[in-house]
């Protein structure tokens, strides 16, 4: 799932226009938000009581298309195109900008297919003219990959949260949380391990300190064993040479 840019919300001051009129002239704030191009969520407007008893009235269709804006996609207008108003061009593009923006919230790599199908899109160079408008409009950033036909995406700005979306998104959360209950019954399992090992080293070392121990204890016994010894043994006896054994008989010739 790709980043989302949080940006400021431009949407208020329609919002505040929204609150206080009605008809045509509330029909003019719609129009005015869908055409601005910092606008990319229209939730609170939604939420307004006048935009939302425009549903009993003749202008139900600009109502539905605000909700296209908001949770929809350029196939799911062109599904609904009688029913709703028709779109400028920069509202057709906006649309496409912000169905990139659900497809990125789908999958990181959007493959041109993809692409060409959910925007409606002719050929391979409107599509890539139409993303590299999309970039430069801070809708969503990422590299186009025209050998491997697929968009790259890094992140997006934010449409609005749909029941379905919190659904997903809860999906998506106790997956994580799966996920890092995973990693961390690992990393224990790697702990234990780990402090088993340190303490056969310790043992192990030990066990040769001692045995270090013992041998220099025994190689120390030896030596003074040794010295021992002969201390104990006295002087050697020695003979001189020339001299006779003391008792020794002498004959007279």
Request: one cysteine or more; aromatic letters at 6%.
């Amino acid at each position: 799932m790709s980043q989302e840019k949080v940006i400021e919300k431009p949407l208020q001051q329609f919002v505040v226009q929204a609150l206080k009129l009605e008809g045509d002239s509330l029909v003019e704030v719609i129009k005015q938000a869908l055409d601005c191009v910092d606008t990319f969520v229209f939730a609170e407007l939604l939420e307004c009581p006048n935009v939302i008893a425009l549903e009993t009235t003749h202008h139900a269709p600009y109502l539905h298309a605000l909700r296209m804006f908001s949770q929809g996609t350029y196939l799911d207008y062109l599904e609904k195109k009688e029913c709703l108003p028709e779109l400028s061009e920069p509202q057709k593009k906006k649309l496409q900008y912000l169905t990139i923006v659900t497809l990125a919230n789908k999958m990181k790599r959007i493959p041109y297919d993809v692409l060409l199908k959910e925007l409606n899109v002719d050929n391979v160079r409107d599509l890539e003219d139409l993303i590299i408008e999309a970039i430069y409009s801070n809708v969503v950033s990422g590299e186009l990959d025209q050998q491997s036909d697929y968009l790259e995406v890094d992140w997006t700005v934010g449409r609005d949260v749909g029941v379905n979306d919190v659904d997903n998104m809860i999906d998506t959360l106790q997956q994580w949380c799966d996920s890092c209950e995973n990693v961390l019954s690992t990393v224990q399992a790697r702990i234990v391990d780990a402090n088993r090992t340190k303490q056969e080293v310790l043992k192990h070392r030990a066990a040769i300190d001692n045995e270090v121990t013992n041998v220099k204890k025994a190689i120390r016994t030896q030596i003074q064993d040794e010295e021992m010894s002969v201390d104990t043994s006295g002087p050697t006896k020695k003979t001189i040479k020339g001299t006779k054994p003391s008792g020794a008989k002498f004959w007279n010739k």
